[in-house]
T-cell receptor, first 112, second 110 residues
Framework: EADIYQTPRYLVIGTGKKITLECSQT?????MYWYQQDPGMELHLIHY???????EKGDLSSESTVSRIRTEHFPLTLESARPSHTSQYLC???????????FGPGTRLTVT | GENVEQHPSTLSVQEGDSAVIKCTYS??????FPWYKQELGKRPQLIID?????GEKKDQRIAVTLNKTAKHFSLHITETQPEDSAVYFC?????????FGTGTRLLVSP
């Protein structure tokens, strides 16, 4: 089934650890996005990509990095997790336009 | 860059009443204005959108209006039902990305 997948769904880690949040979509979309969202609150754009080998920083200052080596895969890496990174991370994708985005189920990250 | 403001932050209505959520945007270059609905514990989903050259669009119980001159747009939900309870986000879309409003938590009481 064409969808967008995120793993892990929940993650609890200690301060200073390096983590990678995975996002994959099987819809063949060219554009992908990462958002940070505290539950039910505002969506903050962290990174986005127009296609393979294209990445851009969003509006939220973040100590994270992304890569886009394959169309379907857009992982987010935190080099050194901090308690301030505790939040939900949503991945999304879109085809052609930017206004019709499909979201993944999210990864809820807790940094202790 | 684009800035989207959304009001109110919370809205409580009785089942059957109408609900209106309002947004303003700053960037004249924005040309699409989508609305997303996020139910508790679920992912945001696009429910309706409007282009900058259209003044109003309807889809069953929901409608969106756009005043391009005043740079504001609104979501109207008629005959609200408990399943309409969710957080609603407006957004402005230019060429590169979406800028979301801060969200409105709608609670529909039976």
């Amino acid at each position: 089934e064409a969808d967008i997948y995120q793993t892990p769904r929940y993650l609890v880690i200690g301060t200073g650890k390096k983590i990678t949040l995975e996002c994959s979509q099987t819809m063949g979309h060219d554009k992908m996005y990462w958002y940070q969202q505290d539950p039910g609150m505002e969506l903050h754009l962290i990174h986005y990509s127009y296609g393979v080998n294209s990445t851009e920083k969003g509006d939220l200052s973040s100590e994270s990095t992304v890569s886009r080596i394959r169309t379907e895969h857009f992982p987010l890496t935190l080099e050194s997790a901090r308690p301030s990174h505790t939040s939900q991370y949503l991945c999304a994708s879109s085809e052609g336009t930017v206004y019709e985005q499909y979201f993944g189920p999210g990864t809820r990250l807790t940094v202790t | 860059g684009e800035n989207v403001e959304q009001h109110p932050s919370t809205l409580s209505v009785q089942e059957g009443d109408s609900a209106v959520i309002k947004c303003t945007y700053s960037d004249s270059a924005s040309n699409y204005f989508p609305w997303y609905k996020q139910e508790l514990g679920k992912r945001p989903q696009l429910i309706i959108d409007i282009r900058s050259n259209v003044g109003e669009k309807k889809d069953q119980r929901i409608a969106v209006t756009l005043n391009k001159t005043a740079k504001h747009f609104s979501l109207h939900i008629t005959e609200t039902q408990p399943e309409d309870s969710a957080v609603y986000f407006c957004a402005g879309a230019g060429f590169q990305k979406l800028v979301f409003g801060t969200g409105t938590r709608l609670l529909v009481s039976p």
